[in-house]
Structure formats: structure tokens, C-alpha cells
């Protein structure tokens, strides 16, 4: 660094030495006016300056430019400075996998034991996107997931998101040679979080692992689920990428486990007991008996506040919940001859019995950061199973309303979500309109779905309407599909030809599939009588769709008598692509009329397409009924030009069913 400096200020101290020796004179006697010394001095003069210029840049760019704040600061967990830390530099127990029996005595989890699906779990990994362990709480799926990351992938990055937001700006700013890790995947699919689109767009280097309780896999998985960006993603999750893990070993994974126990007496215990492995490690039962059995007033409070804790994850409040909320919440759990005894201990000394580790193992509340508290998921489990001192109890009001305060804007909706599938609809609805009011344009389609259990379907149309009319799908989506799960398909009727008549086709398109997923065909028929009536540009979309109902012969032919009446060959031509669908027998009967129509027509340019487009998809039926029009017609040259196309495309029965067409046969 001295080195350096010396040379800059030579570089800089010389040149300036000769200008004022020149100025004052003192070096006259060499500068005479135009001897060469002179010039030469003036040559060297700039020279030095020029290289004075150039070490003075070379030093700008050695100095480190200011570097923005990492996207991964306070977004990630387990971070190494700003950069994402390798996955073998990770411990089990920072990626939540539990706590085992003896864990807290200095013993360090025991030896894992392979399970039967390690291999399946390895090449999902291997072929990359989403790999999901399902299973109940306690059954080893983090444990399983973690050993595989660290066997698969020990130097990738690994991210572990705080939260589905998170996730999604990490995402956008580029991730490749990444494992992201994702326990308890439904607190990840949150909008604006996980999604089908954002899985999509993640580089082939990067895999995602994730966990999920066999509860929340199956509740995204029921009819009517109003996540329904989230229920899309588990349903787009290949089969070989949903590994299943049973609570008990199976024969080969026991004998696997009696290889290790002489090691660690602990898996040896685990064998023997009825819970399940897994189970008996994490330490399931005796937390549950913790939570359940006692009669002290410390226990009265803990208990109370874990009860508190546990309705809070139950109602959809994924994040830790302070201590003065749940202090706040914990009276309305309190047995009634206990809410007013004056021998309670404070609740600082409860939420400490809360959360003192089990047998070494696991703790009934999990203690966070700033004084905050999560319930641990298998009470969770428990409880959704109707276990534990909660039962089948429901949620109680209060409780509701002091998640809705503590919820920020993006989480009200998580609330919503969770009152939904309480069915505390109004509750519901009251959440997503806040979120409505906070800016979320995909809220109000959430709002539909709500109101439409309420019975207020003419709301839900006006949604649709106004949702149509701002080319909104994910509000056009979900409002449509509440009508369906109530089925009120004449009001979907109503929203198509009123999508028809304002010409609104993304609308049309959006009904129209839910009607014929529903097997809709009479009212599918209805509309296309209408669109074609109408001379809309949707026939082909609605007849289509029609068309994946079963529709009857006498349907279809009164479609394609229809079409001819409208005069119009666009409107006959769209009517019989979109009628494609239907079985070749049906077609025969019902559809000829309107192709001997259109071959009249001159020129019969129609028809041609028609045959054009039954030879790109190689469609040899549907070319069956439309050449022999053509060929009446004396049309060869178009015959002729379709028999080169399908050589082209080598569908060679179509070739060789249009070389029986010519002026010589």
C-alpha cells in the first residue's frame, strides 16, 4: 500500500517541481525559446501528466464499489454474512428437525435410519421441481428430507425462506445450484407466494423440499378449497414426487434399526414403542401428556396458554405469536373454577413451563425470537384430530378477532383462509375485504367465494361482471367456481351470454369450462344456440366445450341446422371445428347437412379449411366426411394441395385416403 502512494505522488510531484522551476526562471539557461531541450521538457511535461491521470483512475477502480443490501438479508435464515450458506454447513436441528429424547443432555440426535422410500425420494430429487414428504406430525419427514439434502447436494446453496413472500422476491432475483427448503409447506403457500407460475420458473439446477402434515395436504386436496393457487400446486405435483411417510417402521426399516441400536439404547427403546419410532423420539405422547394431564395452578396456566397457542395455528396463524397476545388470550382457556383463584402463578412462569423441553426432546411451545411463541405441530395434529384438552371443540370468537388485529394486511388473508374452513364465513369475508381495501387485487374473488356460501350469489355476479370487465382472472376464477360448488349454473348461463353480448371472450372461456367440467350439456347447448344466434366470435369456444359433455345426436344436429340458418360460413365452420369433439357416429348423422351447405357455398373456401385442419392433426374420420363434398364440387386443385400437405406432415393414410379423389376415379 506504501509502494503505491509513493508512486502516485512521484508521478504527480514531478511534473508540477519542473513547471515552477520553469515559471520562476531558475532552469532557464536549459529552456532557451525553441531549443530542443526546451521542447523535449515540454513533451515529458505532458507525458507525466497523462500518467499521473492514469494511475489516479487505476486507483478508483481498485477501490470496492458499494454493494446494495444482499435480497437474501432478512428474507433467509441460517445466512452466512449476506450469502446463502451451503447446505452440509446447516445442522439438522436449525432445519426443524425435532428434538429427540435425551437430546438436551448433550447427546446429539440418534444415527439415522434408513427408510424404505429413501431411493424414490433420491431420484425425485434428482429430476428437480417440488418434492413433498407427507405424513403425520412426528413421522421423521424432516428428518428423512434433511438426510437426503446433505447426502445429495452437501455443497449447493441452501435457502430457507422465512416466509412465501420471501420466497417469491429470492426467487425473482435469480437462484441456480440451490436447494430451497420448505418445512411446513402451507406456510409457504400464501398469495403472493408459492405458486404453480413461480415453481415454473425456477432453473433445472435448483430443487425444492418440502414437508407438509398429512391434515393440511388433505384439506388443500377438498372440493371447494378456497386456496385454490395452492390446491393447484399439490394437484400439478407428479405422483412420484409425493413421498409418503407411515408413522411405523416397516419390517426392512427394523431391521435396519436393530443394526444401529447397540450404539444409541434410545432407537432400541423406539422400536419397542406402540406409537411409533419416529414418535417416541420426537417425545409425541408425553408432550401431549404434558399438555393434557395436571391439576396444579402452574399447570392450569400452561396448559391455557398452549391451548391458546395451538387455536391460533389452528385458525391460521402460521407465525409465532407474542407472548402478551397469548397472555392476553390464555383467560378464556382457563378451567372456570380457576379464572378467578388467587393463587395463579404469573404467566411469565407458565409460558417457561410451556416451553421446557419434553424428556430432553421437543417443548409444547416453541420459544422465537422477541418474546414469541409457536405451538408445536404435533399438538396441532393432535388437536385437528380432535385430541388433546381442545376436542372438537370450535374456535372461539374472541380468538378471531385478536388474530384479525395482530395480522398484518398480507396475513389477514392466511385468517381469512382459516375462518373459511371453520366455516365462519362472515368472519371470512370480513378478513379478505380488508385485504381488498389493502391493495390485493386477487382479494375479492376470495370475497365471492365467501358470500357465495352465504347465499348472496347476485354479489358474486356482479364480482364476476366487474372482474370480466377488468380482464382479472384470479377474481374471475374463483368467483365463478363458488357459483358451481352452490350449483347455480343458470347464474353462470347468465354471466356467459352476457360476456357473449359485451364480446368479453376470456370471460366466456372461464364459464363455459366450469359449466362443461360439470357436465353441463344443456346449458352448454343453450349458449351455443345463442352464440351462433348471436354471430359471436365464441361458437367455437362454447361448441367445444359443449362438445366434452356427451351431447346427443339431436343436440348436435340442431347446433349444425342452426349454424347453416345463420348464413354465415364463418359462423357454420366454427361450429363444425368446435363440434370435433364429438364421437364419430354422432357426427356422421347430425353433421352432414351443414357440410353439403358449406360445399355450396362458392368459393367453398370454409370447407377447405376445415379439410385443411382434419389433415394437420391427421383427423382421418373427420376427413372422411368433408373430402367427398370437396370432390363433388369438382374442388381437385384443393384436394390435390391437401393430399401434399399431409405428405408433407407424413400422415400417409391421409395421403393415401385423398389419392382416392380425382377427375379419373
Known sequence: MKSRWVRLASAVLVPVVLLVALWFGWLSWLVADGGPVRKTLEALSWLAAIVAVGFSLVELRRRKPEVPQSVHVGRALHLDGDKLPRVADVSLLALRV?????????????????????????????????VVLHGRAAAG????????????????????????????????????????????????????????????????????VATIRDHELATLRTEGAINKAAAELIASIPPSHLIAIKQHLTEAEQEQARLLQAGDPRIGRALEAAEGFAEYLAAGPPMLERWAVGDSPLFHVGQALISAAVDCRRAGYARPVPGATLAALHRHY?????????????????????????????????????????????????????????????????????????????????????????????FAERCFRRADAAGDERAIGWVAVAIGRMGRFSEVKDIFRNAAGSGNRDVMIPAVAALAFEGRFDDISDLVRHAITTGNQDAVLLATIMLSSNGRSAELHDLAAFAIHSGAPDVRTITEMAAGTNLTSVQVADLARLSVESGSPEVVGETLTGLKRIAQSVKEQSLAVAFAWLADQEPPLTLFRLAQHAVVFDDLAYLRMIVPHLARRNRWADIEMLRQIAAVSRHTESVELLRTFGPDR
Open 334 to 426: 382457563l378451567p372456570t373454577p380457576w379464572c378467578d383463584r388467587p393463587d395463579l402463578p404469573p404467566v411469565a412462569e407458565g409460558l417457561e413451563w410451556a416451553a421446557r423441553p419434553v424428556l430432553g426432546a421437543s417443548s409444547c411451545l416453541q420459544p422465537r425470537v422477541g418474546d414469541r411463541y409457536l405451538a408445536s405441530d404435533y399438538l396441532v395434529d393432535r388437536a385437528q384430530e380432535g385430541a388433546g384438552p381442545l376436542g372438537a371443540s370450535p374456535i372461539p370468537d374472541h380468538l378471531w378477532d385478536t388474530l384479525f388485529s395482530l395480522s398484518s394486511d398480507q396475513d389477514v388473508v392466511s385468517i381469512g383462509i382459516g375462518a373459511y374452513e371453520a366455516s365462519r364465513f362472515e
Open 141 to 208: 419427514k424432516s428428518r428423512m428430507a434433511a438426510e437426503a439434502v446433505r447426502r445429495l447436494r452437501p455443497g449447493h446453496d441452501l435457502l430457507v425462506p422465512i416466509d412465501g413472500r420471501a420466497l417469491r422476491q429470492i426467487v425473482e432475483a435469480g437462484l441456480k445450484d440451490t436447494v430451497i427448503w420448505l418445512d411446513d409447506l402451507e406456510r409457504f403457500l400464501v398469495p403472493g407466494g408459492l405458486d404453480v407460475g413461480l415453481l415454473q420458473r425456477l432453473d433445472r439446477s435448483v430443487c425444492v
Open 98 to 130: 425435532k428434538r429427540a429424547v435425551g437430546t438436551s443432555d448433550g447427546q446429539a440426535l440418534p444415527r439415522y435410519v434408513p427408510r424404505d422410500r429413501d431411493e424414490d425420494l433420491e431420484w425425485a430429487m434428482a429430476s428437480g421441481g417440488l
